[in-house]
């Protein structure tokens, strides 16, 4: 759409070249993105086998992981959105959510021997009391660290966001040292619960996308329907204006970083029992990737986040699965990261503003 | 990680000087105290196998009452790590070797723990002429232009032209083909190789390419992966073999990779390298959780304690009685070698009258069939032991277990 507008010609193409141009305008990113997976399709297909099987359990499994990074992209689309900062801290957050839910696992007793009801409350209380750590950690560096830099120049925040990552990466060392954590398999993940033709769906995908969706509905709706929400939608649009209007835009930011917070607790957890491999430098790559997600969604978008991790997700397993089947075989796994920013840079090409657009003050 | 990167070019910047500071190589060392240096990674995964050596290197320091003819020797470990990312650091190593340098006391170095660090800690103190001698290296490269080296290698790591690494591990030739052996005893038709990208573990995947067709043994695939992505789990479900070998270390994401594997193909066999073959590994909480410990199995240099000579066993007892440890870590032997050799050969070149650092080097590749804690071993010319025997070890009762030898099979070694 915006490739096509660039060029100041009408929609309605008199030439070819014009007609390919508005074509591609308006598809060339839809066409992009599904190029892979129709690719791998057909060449299934073609296959003795005929049979779309690998395909579709790596898609399962883009999706899943696409779920987690779709928590933690939304916390740094929020923040961008109201204060345009890109809290770097956020990723780190994610971690402390995570080191939480295995101190909880501990507290609570909670172990493979653990009863379902036991476990299922048990998880149910961890989940809380992870959103709430999380939430509150977060609504206590805006109000300690990005407060007092409101009006100040925009490298002050993000150097002091830049810090603040550092202190949680250092808490997180401190509280379970260097290496990697186990964490027990208490959902026993891998367990495949749906069975669509060979096509599995395990515990694992059902905790990521089961908590996610609803999550971020929840979010959604309390940002475009209550009062608060239309609070924070003003404020991000003109926190003057909104202030003039009788909102107070600090409380509006400091309920921001509490969401934003929330959704890195439930992230932090689902990560812990996903992976069941935890460590300090978690939040690092996955800030990486989910605020890569936000960027390539459209930058203070929630929608546009959501995508975005689930997008990134789809990339990540179907470049681990099959980059070797077309760029041969001295390419693997170790090339997915770039394949991923190949992705981010061709959607910035085309569409700066992200696949669903930029809900910022600059965006206007 | 910026700032990280930028203080690591500064070190490695700074240590583009070379060698200087503490004396050259044939400078007469005056005075009677001497320096021993170790550099390992204190923090993060391998801390403990880092402690293990550096209460080696004490041991074998304590064991002589810290003195070797009329010199008084002081043990400094130094740690190569980095606190922020829980890893060895090349910037870290460089700081390291060039404290030494600096020390006009610096006699000998037992490091690196990493084969990657060494690649650039070996030039530094090769310049100055002091003696390194490594507890863990096993990559081809450092010394020979075995099977597995790049192009260049192992000329570029000593800018002098004479040699001033030793190591007492058997070098990855030798450990690709026990880990291809050991798969085959165990009745794997085929096998699937994963590496982390480091300079340890690509090379030795490299071996294990090249030792597999020898046994023989078809390799499914050889795959690299990305030590800091969340998951391998699209990667596994390209597994095909019933058996992996997996080169990558602990501290690389190992662990989960290993987990991946066994999620997408229950019942497939794991096998790790020396560089996953820890105490960590066997501890649940951070590493193979005790539902894959029956798959798990890995290959280190260290062999069963109950075959071990005389000395050996004296070794184990005296570590346990100092540390409170009925089960040292397998690391734990080389660091007492490694500081027994420096210290040994520091006494031959003292006999002389003049203690230079090239004397304690040409003492350390005089080195033949000597008799020590890991049985009887010569350093060839280019630095390496002529032990060639590792241990294949099993996971019982959250524990690394001693399982079987894997004897060298000279056919499948290649020479350089």
Redesign the interface.
């Known amino acids: 759409m915006e490739a096509a507008s660039i060029t100041g010609k009408p929609l309605a193409a008199t030439t070819p070249v014009a007609a390919v141009r508005a074509f591609l305008g308006r598809y060339g990113l839809i066409i992009l993105l599904a190029a892979g997976p129709v690719y791998f399709a057909i060449h299934d297909l073609l296959q003795p086998s005929h049979s779309l099987v690998?395909l579709g359990?790596?898609l399962v499994?883009?999706i899943s992981?696409g779920a987690?990074w779709a928590l933690v992209a939304v916390g740094y689309t929020l923040v961008y959105g109201i204060i345009e900062l890109i809290n770097f801290a956020h990723g780190d957050l994610f971690m402390i959510g995570s080191f939480v839910g295995y101190g909880m696992f501990g507290t609570l007793g909670l172990t493979l021997t653990t009863g379902t009801l036991g476990l299922v409350g048990g998880l149910v209380v961890t989940l809380i009391v992870c959103m709430l750590v999380c939430a509150s950690i977060n609504v206590m560096i805006e109000r300690v660290g990005y407060r007092p830099l409101r009006n100040a120049p925009k490298l002050a925040p993000l150097i002091t966001a830049v810090g603040f990552s550092?202190i949680l990466?250092?808490v997180g060392?401190l509280w379970l040292?260097?290496?990697?954590?186990?964490v027990?398999?208490l959902i026993r993940g891998?367990t495949h619960v749906i069975n669509l033709g060979g096509v599995t769906i395990d515990r694992q995908d059902i905790l990521a996308v089961g908590l996610t969706v609803p999550l971020v509905l929840v979010m959604t709706t309390f940002i475009s329907q209550s009062r608060l929400g239309k609070a924070m939608r003003a404020t991000a649009q003109d926190p003057e204006a909104a202030r003039l209007m009788g909102i107070n835009v600090d409380t509006t930011i400091s309920l921001t970083f509490l969401i934003g917070g929330l959704l890195a607790g439930a992230g932090g957890l689902i990560?812990a029992l996903?992976?069941?491999?935890i460590?300090?430098?978690?939040g690092?790559?996955?800030g990486l990737i989910a605020f890569t997600a936000a960027v390539m969604g459209g930058i203070g978008n929630v929608r546009g986040a959501v995508l975005g991790g689930f997008i990134i997700g789809i990339i990540?397993?179907?470049s681990?699965?099959r980059i070797?089947e077309v760029l041969g075989k001295n390419f693997?796994?170790?090339w997915?990261?770039v394949v991923v920013f190949a992705y981010l840079i061709l959607i910035m090409v085309f569409r700066p503003q992200g696949l669903i657009g930029e809900e910022t003050r600059e965006a206007g | 990680m910026t700032a990280v990167s930028i203080a690591s070019l500064a070190v490695g910047v700074s240590a583009c000087g070379g060698g200087g500071g503490g004396g050259g190589p044939t400078a007469k060392i005056t005075g009677t105290s001497l320096t021993v240096y170790s550099s390992l990674p204190e923090q993060g995964a391998s801390g403990d196998q880092a402690k293990a050596i550096e209460n080696g290197v004490k041991l074998a320091v304590k064991d002589r009452g810290g003195k070797v003819g009329k010199y008084t020797v002081t043990y400094k470990p130094l740690d190569d790590s980095l606190a922020s990312t829980g890893a060895a650091d090349e910037g870290k190593g460089a700081q390291n070797a060039r404290t030494a340098v600096q020390d006009s006391s610096a006699i000998g170095y037992v490091g690196e723990y990493n084969s990657g660090i060494s690649k650039v800690t070996i030039p530094i103190l090769n310049k100055a002429g002091i003696t390194q001698i490594s507890p863990a290296n096993t990559y081809v490269g450092l010394t020979s232009t075995a099977p597995g080296h790049e192009p260049g290698e192992p000329d570029k790591y000593y800018p002098t032209g004479k040699r001033t690494y030793a190591r007492v591990v058997p070098k990855d030739t030798i450990q690709a083909a026990a880990l291809v052996t050991a798969a085959k005893q165990d009745g794997c038709s085929s096998i699937h190789v994963f590496n982390s990208k480091t300079t340890y573990s690509a090379g030795l995947a490299r071996n294990i390419g090249l030792v597999a067709p020898k046994v023989p043994m078809k390799i499914e695939g050889n795959d690299a992966y990305d030590p800091k992505a969340a998951n391998y789990r699209s990667l596994a479900a390209n597994v095909k073999a019933p058996c992996v070998i997996q080169t990558g270390e602990i501290e690389q994401n190992g662990v989960q990779l290993m987990k991946d594997v066994a999620t997408a193909d229950k019942g497939v066999k794991l096998y790790g390298a020396d560089g996953i073959c820890l105490n960590a590994s066997a501890d649940p909480t951070k590493g193979i959780p005790t539902t894959l410990a029956p798959q798990f199995k890995c290959t280190i240099a260290t062999l069963d304690p109950k075959t071990f000579g005389p000395t050996g066993k004296k070794f184990f007892k005296d570590f346990s009685t100092e540390y409170h440890q009925p089960h040292p870590d397998p690391y734990a032997i080389y660091g007492f070698e490694s500081a027994s050799l420096l210290l040994d050969s520091i006494q031959k070149a003292a006999a002389s009258g003049t203690l230079t650092r090239q004397k304690v080097t040409d003492a350390v590749f005089s080195t033949k069939d000597r008799k020590s804690v890991l049985g009887t071993y010569s350093i060839d010319k280019n630095g390496d032991t002529t032990l060639t025997d590792y241990g294949l070890y099993k996971i019982v009762g959250k524990t690394l277990t001693f399982d079987r030898v894997i004897k060298s099979n000279p056919s499948l070694v290649g020479s350089g």
Do not use: P
Not at chain 1, 177 to 182: A, D, E, I, K, Y
Not at chain 1, 279 to 282: A, I, L, M, R, Y
């Open positions: 690998k359990n790596v499994a883009g992981n987690i550092f990466q250092n060392e040292g260097g290496s990697q954590h186990g027990t398999d891998s990560y996903y992976q069941t491999n460590w300090f430098f978690q690092f790559r996955a990540q397993q179907l681990d699965n070797h693997g796994s170790e997915t990261n």
